[in-house]
């Protein structure tokens, strides 16, 4: 079970950096949600590292059920190819606020679509609701269904 906020940015946050990667991920599927992901390590001890996974996601908003599996880069690579389409790029960084980690991502940076968000995972619903985000400038999208980036892949990448 995923629960999760999800919140559109102004800036990045002002805080520690825990990991910056590179992020390609394409969807299978919208209905079910299946995606493939690839996450390359720009910065620290790890640079250079390379990891790929397969998720399937459920309905819903603050909650859904999620599925995930590591997947090699070669799968990653004839999935990308059998869909066809231009994977979504995202600038992803993880940040660290009072013990939670924050992941912020500038999505398909430089187009005419370009866009920041930051997500927070909780351990329970009610742990999720009572959340604030950092700083200013962040406003919750966790239930508007446009904020939701199978959605964005389908505007952006399917041109409905």
């Known amino acids: 079970m995923e629960i999760e906020r999800k919140f559109l ?19 299978l599927s919208v209905s079910p949600e299946v995606r493939v992901r690839r996450a390359e390590t720009l910065e620290g001890p790890e640079k250079g590292r390379v990891s790929c996974k397969l998720t399937v996601k ?29 994977p979504i ?22 187009t005419e679509h370009e866009f920041m968000y930051g997500e927070a995972e909780f351990e329970s619903e009610d742990e999720a609701r009572a959340f604030v985000w950092p700083g200013e400038g962040a406003r919750d999208v966790t239930f508007e269904r446009g904020f939701k980036m199978k959605n964005y892949w389908i505007k952006t990448r399917l041109g409905e």
């Open 89 to 110: 790029r995202k600038d992803y960084r993880r940040y660290m606020y009072g013990g939670r980690a924050l992941d912020c991502s500038v999505v398909d940076a430089g």
């Open 9 to 27: 940015l102004s800036a990045l946050p002002d805080l520690p950096l825990v990991t910056h990667d590179a992020v390609t991920q394409a969807y």
């Open 58 to 86: 459920g309905e819903g908003d603050l909650s859904r059920e999620e599925i995930e599996t590591p997947i090699t880069e070669e799968f990653y690579l004839e999935i990308v190819r059998f869909i066809g389409r231009e």
